[in-house]
């Protein structure tokens, strides 16, 4: 196992990408804390799957935006397992609605950026003290921040863009401490973020320009959320990874 015994914090871990990078730290051996904000039914099948597969997980419900949900948090995660953090992964965000500028007002727009910008500095806030040497942060960007996003989605995209350049200045200050801090920079993944916000002929379309014709899986950002997580991935730091089947060349 390639994380035994370690503590790994998932934001959003509850459903889709965030269950993905819950249930796959927990089979290689991580200790996961899952939280989840609304979604208290879809975190319960999370921590179902990770103990039918014998991994150790518990769940913190919690507004990621909130510097007190954030606290409580931490001190459930030191209750439950101690005052060391191996990884920490923010993947709390969302769209929340397409909106163009003139149907944007300025709390939408800040809204926006709570909840995908804040989200993501409260959390490294608060867990990166209890990190040592080798430890890493996963942040979770979008390619819409690669791009400035399809329609209705520009402030979207400009709070991922935010998380990329947070990550790369968090890479450099917390590198001499030996803390990693990367970000994922997922495509068209099939989530209920598209079932919700994506037209299926818009997702078909997309699909189909991509070099490998086809939608990701979050197990196939699962899997990348472990790499960067464990210490195969000990000389990357300040990376924004596109997982995008191509779709995108940085």
Same mark, same amino acid.
Do not use: W
């Given at each position: 196992?390639? /994380?035994?015994?370690?503590?790994?914090?998932?934001?959003?871990?509850? %459903?889709?990408?965030?269950?993905?990078?819950?249930?796959?730290?927990?089979?290689?051996? *991580?200790? $996961?804390?899952?939280?989840?904000?609304?979604? !208290?039914?879809?975190? #319960? !099948?999370?921590?179902?799957?990770? =103990?039918?597969?014998?991994?150790?997980?518990?769940? &913190? #419900?919690? +507004?990621?935006? =909130?510097?007190?949900?954030?606290?409580?948090?931490? #001190?459930?995660?030191?209750?439950?397992?101690? +005052?060391?953090?191996?990884?920490?992964?923010?993947? $709390?965000?969302?769209?929340?609605?397409?909106?163009? /500028?003139?149907?944007?007002?300025?709390?939408?727009?800040?809204?926006?950026? #709570?909840?995908?910008?804040?989200?993501?500095?409260?959390?490294?806030?608060?867990?990166?003290?209890?990190?040592?040497?080798?430890?890493?942060?996963?942040?979770?960007?979008?390619?819409?921040?690669?791009?400035?996003?399809?329609?209705?989605?520009?402030?979207?995209?400009?709070?991922?863009?935010? &998380?990329?350049?947070?990550? %790369?200045?968090?890479?450099?200050?917390?590198?001499?401490?030996?803390?990693?801090?990367?970000?994922?920079?997922?495509?068209?993944?099939?989530?209920?973020?598209?079932?919700?916000?994506?037209?299926?002929?818009? %997702?078909?379309?997309?699909?189909?320009?991509?070099?490998?014709? %086809? !939608?990701?899986?979050?197990?196939?950002?699962? +899997?990348? &959320? $472990?790499?960067?997580?464990? *210490?195969?991935?000990?000389?990357?730091?300040? $990376?924004?990874?596109?997982?995008?089947?191509?779709?995108?060349?940085?």
């Amino acid at each position: 196992m390639k /994380l035994k015994d370690k503590v790994a914090i998932v934001t959003g871990g509850g %459903r889709d990408i965030g269950r993905s990078a819950s249930v796959k730290l927990a089979k290689e051996g *991580a200790k $996961v804390v899952v939280n989840y904000h609304s979604s !208290e039914s879809e975190a #319960q !099948e999370t921590l179902n799957e990770i =103990k039918a597969n014998g991994g150790e997980a518990i769940l &913190v #419900q919690g +507004d990621m935006t =909130k510097s007190a949900d954030v606290d409580r948090l931490l #001190q459930e995660t030191r209750k439950a397992y101690g +005052d060391e953090v191996h990884t920490l992964v923010n993947v $709390v965000g969302g769209l929340v609605a397409r909106k163009t /500028l003139d149907e944007m007002d300025e709390d939408f727009f800040n809204g926006l950026m #709570q909840l995908n910008l804040t989200s993501t500095f409260l959390s490294m806030k608060a867990f990166v003290p209890l990190m040592k040497e080798g430890a890493s942060v996963i942040n979770f960007s979008s390619l819409a921040g690669r791009d400035g996003g399809g329609a209705g989605a520009t402030a979207y995209a400009a709070s991922k863009g935010a &998380v990329t350049t947070f990550t %790369r200045g968090m890479a450099k200050e917390l590198g001499p401490k030996g803390i990693r801090v990367n970000a994922l920079c997922p495509g068209l993944i099939s989530t209920t973020f598209h079932d919700t916000f994506s037209n299926p002929e818009g %997702r078909s379309k997309i699909a189909g320009s991509t070099p490998l014709r %086809r !939608e990701g899986h979050p197990d196939e950002v699962g +899997d990348v &959320v $472990v790499y960067l997580a464990s *210490a195969e991935s000990s000389f990357l730091t300040g $990376v924004n990874l596109d997982v995008n089947g191509g779709l995108f060349f940085s």
